[in-house]
């Protein structure tokens, strides 16, 4: 039970949620992408790159909060609950905004893409700005506990 309270263990779970749920979502999906415009430029990303790139960033992240506790740098614990819990919200939002997005298109003149494209991007820029928050506390709990160790 103490393994549930260690946050790479989350991020270490967190790819396989993702994989899995791509996989069932996108399994009667020819061709899945994801696709947004900014400006007058399309980026179309196809979602199989997509989800091998998430997962290898949640088990890199996973790698360093262990590395962390196995080196003993205590890092600061709002700011790594804030940003366990904001990225692993927003990677179990995605497959279901997805999926409710696939399944009330059933009225032919209705374009939900756009409404599919705000909530991607929405979620990217939110997962954006989390990892800042993990960025600033390894920096910040990395220069406390070597300036704490040169002053003994």
């Not at 506790?69 to 700011?79: D, P, Q, T, Y």
Request: glycine letters at 2%; hydrophobic letters at 50%; a positive charge.
């Amino acid at each position: 039970m103490k393994l549930l309270r260690k946050s790479y263990f989350y991020f270490w779970l967190a790819p396989f949620y993702v994989v899995l749920t791509n996989y069932i979502i996108n399994s009667r999906i020819e061709n899945s992408v994801i696709n947004f415009n900014i400006h007058d430029t399309y980026f179309i990303i196809d979602e199989t790159h997509a989800v091998a790139l998430i997962s290898a960033f949640l088990l890199s992240i996973g790698i360093i909060y262990y590395l962390f506790e196995k080196i003993n740098i205590r890092l600061a614990s709002v700011f790594t609950l804030t940003h366990t819990f904001i990225t692993l919200v927003c990677i179990l939002i995605y497959p279901i905004g997805k999926l409710y997005y696939q399944l009330s298109n059933d009225f032919p003149l209705f374009d939900s893409q756009n409404s599919m494209d705000t909530m991607t991007i929405t979620l990217i820029g939110i997962l954006v700005l989390a990892q800042f928050l993990f960025i600033l506390n390894v920096i910040l709990s990395t220069t406390r506990h070597y300036s704490k160790r040169k002053k003994t």
